[in-house]
């Protein structure tokens, strides 16, 4: 088992920024990939970023290439999203997850473990 809790989200004003964490308890993830995704209100889940389980390799949505970094820190069982320049369109709950079976995964169903979620709003 793999409990996943996320942290950092809040307001902020369009271009503003903010850092989201993850922490992993439970089995280790160091092992296994890590995502992000995001949901807003009345939409389908989508895909932020994905990160390998060295986190040599990133995979970012094109909605946010440029913008986000994600990173981890096996040693400490965290992943982080640093998110700067941000949008209106932005505003969503954040999910961190980990993915015990694909060595990376643009896709929610290849995720086994799911945080509960941190609500991000940009709004001035």
């Known amino acids: 088992q793999v409990h996943l809790v996320e942290s950092g989200g809040g307001l902020v004003q369009p271009g503003g920024s903010l850092r989201l964490s993850c922490a992993a308890s439970?089995?280790?993830?160091?092992?296994?990939?890590m995502g992000w995704f995001r949901q807003a209100p009345g939409k389908e889940r989508e895909f932020v970023v994905a990160i390998t389980w060295s986190g040599g390799r990133t995979y970012y949505a094109d909605s946010v290439k440029g913008r986000f970094t994600c990173s981890r820190d096996n040693a400490k069982n965290t992943v982080n999203l640093e998110m700067n320049s941000l949008k209106p369109d932005d505003t969503a709950v954040y999910y961190c997850?980990?993915?015990?079976?694909?060595?990376?995964?643009?896709?929610?169903?290849?995720?086994?473990?799911w945080g509960q979620g941190t609500q991000v709003t940009v709004s001035s």
């Open positions: 439970g089995r280790t993830v160091s092992m296994y990939a």
């Open positions: 997850a980990t993915s015990t079976v694909s060595a990376y995964s643009t896709r929610a169903y290849d995720y086994d473990y």
